[in-house]
Every structure is written in C-alpha cells, then in structure tokens.
C-alpha cells in the first residue's frame, strides 16, 4: 500500500514537475546570456551595443508572445503550444553547434526569446487546469523551479568557462529542454480543447473576446496591484547591486546579497499553499506588505551595513517571490476556461511592459537625484499594491 500511494503521489506531481522543468531550463536560457557578455565583449566583433540591443529584443519578443500564445492555448490546446514554445528555445540552445559568431549569437537569443515567451503564460493556464484545488500550490512549484534557472546560471557559466567552454553550457541546456518536451507530450495530461484550423487559431487572438473581466473594477484593482509589484520589483532587479555599492557595501558582498534575492524563491511553495487555504487577496496583501518593509528597510537601511541591509533583502526576495504564485493563481481564476490562457496573456503584456519602462524611470532619478531617492519611489509603488490588495480584502 505505501508503494502504490507513493507511486499515486508521484504522478499526481509528475506534470508540475515537468512544466516547471521546462520553465527552470527557460530561465536558464534566458540569463545565460547576460552572465557571457562580460567574456563576448572581449571579443571585438561583440560590442556593448550589439550585446544590449539583442538581450532587449529578446525580452522584447518573450513579453509580445504573452498573449498570442495564451490565445492559441484556448483554440488549439495548451500542452501543444507550450511543447512548441519549448522546442523553438531548445533549437536556439542548438544553434551553438555552429562556431559562435555575431549572427548565432543574435539567432540564438532570439529564438530563446520566442521560445520562452510562449511559456509562462500557457503554463499558469494548464496547471490551474489540472490542479484546480491547488492551484497556488502548483503555481508556487512551478515557479520556484524557474527561479532556480536564474540562481544557478551564473555558476553554470563559470564552470563552462573554466572547462568546456560556454557555447556547450547553451547547447546541453537546450537538450535537456528537448528531452523535458517529449516527457512533456508523452506524460503531461491533454485538455480538450478542439485541434481547429490555421484560420481559426489566428482568429482566436482577437483581443475583445478576452475584455470581459477588464470591465470589472475589482479586478482592474487587482491588475494595478499587478502593475505596482512589477514597477518597483522590475526597478529593483535592475538596480540592486549597483544600490548596495552606492550604499557602502563591497562589489562581491553586494553580487552575493543579489544572488540571496532568487536563492528566498522557495517561498513561493508556502504562499502558493498558504493562498489555497487563505485567499488569494489575503495572501497578496501579506506578501506585498512584507516586500514592502523590504525595500523600505533598504532606504533606510543605507550605509547601516551588511546585516541591515541584508535583512532587508531577504525581506524584499520573501514578499516578491510570494506574490508571485498568487498573482497567477488570482489571474487564471479571472477568466472562463475558454479564454483564460489569451486573458492571463492580455494581463502579463501589461504588468511586463510597465516593469520594461522601470529601469529606465529609476536610472533617471538616480541620475537627477541620487539611488536612495530612486529606491524610495520604488518603495512608494510597492506600498501603492499593498493598499490597492488590502482594499480589495476589506470589500470581499
């Protein structure tokens, strides 16, 4: 009996850990990248410019597939669209076979960029298809194995360097996305969505079909709570190291506090479980909050040391991560099944562009005022979510 439930338990969890698989070799792909350019930009032919114009559009392309690929998801089906995400992303970790040069380089991050923007959004809809009791849970699996990709690809990539060389990190990390696919298509439950035309699909991304919860207010107050997080974590992200430097703090103290910001992922399976049993607005509220004490700590924690400071990182990387899983779940329980992988992409679009726009409003202020000054504003817009979701749990 306790090899038959251990083995029922196993293949209750085998489809979130394949997706979320997939998801970690993702976000592997994606910040492999930034951690070469350092070693690209010894080379003549890679110049800065050349390096950040291609990592921008590839961003570019992971936030413009949101909604199309959530849209196809509700017409075609889902575990086909994310199977198909996957493979592009996989083939742009291939391409790395050829002698790297400035066109496989651009190739390559673009294809990821496609790849792995198909992704997210399709996959909050199909785990909250096959875990609609747990949904939280699954969400906050999922993305803590995606959060993984970004803690361990610098470390993947100093031990390329030091031994393989950096092009076969890319291509066995394509493999392993290769391989996770056909797990994916062999192991993962199929919806019943019907396989239609081409014609069909491409109608299936007009846009006024998925406006229906748009019109509603509350759940336009749960999309500025979106809107506020993704200002202020976008803003962060960016500017975190340079922040703790500017605070008195050592260049490998400050990369080793960055990295303890992703490596407090694992939270995101205790508020996934904790919104299941709470709410979702309940969580949010607590989740933002501790965020915000966070990044206030930071602003008033400036030239106080290490500890203070990493305490307040903690903080912030505990209340970020949390509201990770949550948000998605509250997100992919907005929409009818029907619609709801193109809705939760027509959200993503939006809270992904306004956290694309952060960098550059904090970079100005920092410029015109100072970093303290900036990371104000960001802890402003992070309390702004917190009194948006604690209103929407004092209305419920």
């Given at each position: ?187 993962v439950p199929r919806g ?184 104000l504003a960001l802890a ?17």
């Amino acid at each position: 009996m306790g090899v038959r439930r251990a083995t029922a338990v196993l293949g209750r969890y085998e489809p979130v850990a394949i997706v979320g698989g997939l998801w970690l070799v993702a976000k592997l792909l994606r910040y492999t990248f930034p951690a070469l350019f350092p070693t690209l930009r010894e080379a003549p032919a890679f110049s800065a410019t050349l390096l950040g114009a291609a990592y921008t559009v590839m961003m570019l392309l992971y936030a413009l597939m949101q909604f199309p690929s959530g849209a196809l998801a509700d017409t075609v089906e889902d575990v086909r669209v994310v199977a198909a995400g996957a493979l592009v992303a996989a083939l742009g970790g291939g391409l790395f076979l050829l002698p790297a040069s400035v066109p496989v380089l651009v190739a390559g991050m673009l294809l990821v960029g496609v790849g792995t923007g198909v992704h997210k959004t399709v996959s909050v809809s199909l785990l909250s298809r096959l875990y609609p009791e747990r949904t939280g849970r699954a969400l906050g699996t999922f993305d803590t194995l995606g959060t993984a990709g970004g803690v361990v690809a610098p470390l993947l990539v100093v031990a390329a360097l030091s031994s393989v060389g950096w092009p076969w990190l890319l291509v066995a990390t394509g493999l392993a996305g290769a391989l996770l696919t056909v797990a994916l298509a062999l192991r993962v439950p199929r919806g019943d969505a019907p396989t239609v035309g081409l014609a069909s699909a491409v109608r299936a991304t007009d846009v006024r079909s998925y406006l229906p919860p748009f019109r509603r207010p509350r759940f336009l107050l749960f999309v500025a709570v979106t809107l506020c997080f993704a200002f202020a974590y976008n803003g962060v992200v960016a500017f975190l190291p340079l922040y703790l430097v500017e605070s008195g703090l050592a260049a490998a103290t400050a990369s080793g506090l960055y990295s303890l910001l992703f490596a407090v992922s694992v939270v995101q399976v205790v508020s996934g479980d904790l919104a299941d049993r709470l709410g979702t607005l309940r969580t949010s509220t607590l989740s933002l909050a501790v965020a915000t004490v966070g990044l206030a700590g930071l602003v008033v924690g400036a030239g106080d040391g290490r500890l203070v400071l990493g305490g307040a990182v903690v903080l912030l990387g505990v209340g970020s991560h949390g509201f990770r899983p949550v948000r998605g779940a509250y997100l992919a329980a907005s929409f009818p099944d029907e619609v709801r992988g193109g809705g939760v992409g027509i959200a993503r679009t939006l809270l992904m562009g306004v956290g694309a726009v952060s960098p550059t409003v904090v970079g100005a202020v920092a410029d015109a005022v100072g970093y303290r000054e900036a990371f104000l504003a960001l802890a402003a817009a992070m309390a702004g979510g917190v009194v948006c979701a604690a209103a929407m749990v004092a209305t419920e």
